[in-house]
Each structure stands twice: as structure tokens, then as C-alpha cells.
């Protein structure tokens, strides 16, 4: 969880900064995720970790919706589909975690309800896999539309240079109506 966010916590911390400030908030971010990851694996504690994890994804998310509305224009198709995009990966993420609570408060009532059920069917039921699955897309989302909006890349094909589901979520009524083409 950490080695994902880190890098991207980076990104949008130094979006516009010179290299030296990249060099040195990457050093510091890197020797911050060291600690934390020895700590971890040290003590097996859950809470500064979770604790980490949860800052780097709101501070992700606060400098992620400052850039789409700094680097897009208001009322453009560009922004109405970056933010569908970021929508769709918000709410994939968000249920990837909750799947991930439900299975770890339950776990040895779905392991039962899974070996009684069998397969194929016991595969829907392993919600630390989909928690895998839901935070992986998530992730992605947000990695690729920071990554187009920090490139300086224009916006006029964003769900075209990026893999699904991307493509969708920029279309679904995650991005909301089409943008008014004329207004009298």
C-alpha cells in the first residue's frame, strides 16, 4: 500500500518544483517510507501504517482535484472526463476497502461459507482478492491522471491514451452529462 502511494505522493508534492526540492522531498518521502516499513515488519503493528496510508491518499486526493481544476479548463469535455475518471477510481478504491474490512471482520464465517459452496462460486467470496483487484484499478486511475495532468500533455484524447477501465469511467455517468456544446 505504501510502495503505491509513495511515488505518487511524490508526484503531486513536486509538480511544479525545481529539482532540487524533487531531489529532497523524494529523499525525505523515501527515508519516511523506510522507517515505516522496518517499524512495520518489526513490531507488526497496524495502526501507524494505516495511519500513513490514509494521509498519503487524502493528501493524493486534495492535490489531485486542486490540479483538474488548475490544469483544465472549467466546463470543458477534458475536465468532465478527468473527473469522471477520478470519480470511478475513488469509488473502485473505496469498495476494494471496504471488501477488504468486511473480509477481515469475518473471515473464518466466509472461509466456511466458501468451502461450502465450492468452486467456482467460493472465488466471489474471497474479498481479500477483490480488495486487490478494486484498490489495484483504483490506484491506476489516480497514477495515470496525475501522471497526464503533471505531463503537460494536452487534454484533448485522455481516455484514448489510457487502459481500461479508464476509458469508460471517462464516458459513464461517473464524468456526468456531455458538456453544453453551444449555449445561447
Not at 484499478?137 to 481516455?159: E, R, T
Not at 476509458?167 to 456544446?181: E, M, Y
Request: with cysteine; hydrophobic share 50%; proline share 3%.
Amino acid at each position: 500500500m505504501l510502495f503505491t502511494t509513495t511515488p505518487v505522493l511524490h508526484r503531486v508534492m513536486t509538480a511544479n518544483a525545481s529539482p532540487r526540492v524533487t531531489l529532497v522531498v523524494g529523499m525525505v518521502l523515501g527515508s519516511t517510507l523506510l522507517a515505516l516499513v522496518i517499524y512495520h515488519v518489526k513490531t507488526d503493528e497496524m495502526l501507524l501504517h494505516s495511519i500513513s496510508f490514509v494521509s498519503s491518499v487524502t493528501v493524493i486526493g486534495i492535490s489531485t482535484m486542486r490540479m483538474i481544476n488548475t490544469r483544465t479548463l472549467a466546463g470543458s469535455e477534458a475536465r468532465r472526463q478527468i473527473w469522471g475518471m477520478v470519480r470511478f477510481g475513488a469509488v473502485i478504491f473505496n469498495l476494494g476497502y471496504w471488501l477488504w474490512l468486511v473480509d477481515v471482520w469475518m473471515c473464518s464465517y466466509l472461509k466456511s461459507i466458501r468451502q461450502t459452496v465450492g468452486l467456482p462460486w467460493a472465488f466471489l467470496l474471497e474479498l481479500h482478492g477483490w480488495w486487490h483487484i478494486c484498490t489495484g484499478i483504483g490506484a491506476y486511475i489516480f497514477i495515470a491522471v496525475i501522471d497526464h495532468l503533471v505531463s503537460g500533455d494536452d487534454h484533448k484524447d485522455i481516455p484514448g491514451s489510457l487502459a481500461w477501465p479508464a476509458p469508460w469511467a471517462a464516458q459513464s455517468f461517473f464524468a456526468g452529462k456531455g458538456s453544453d456544446k453551444k449555449q445561447a
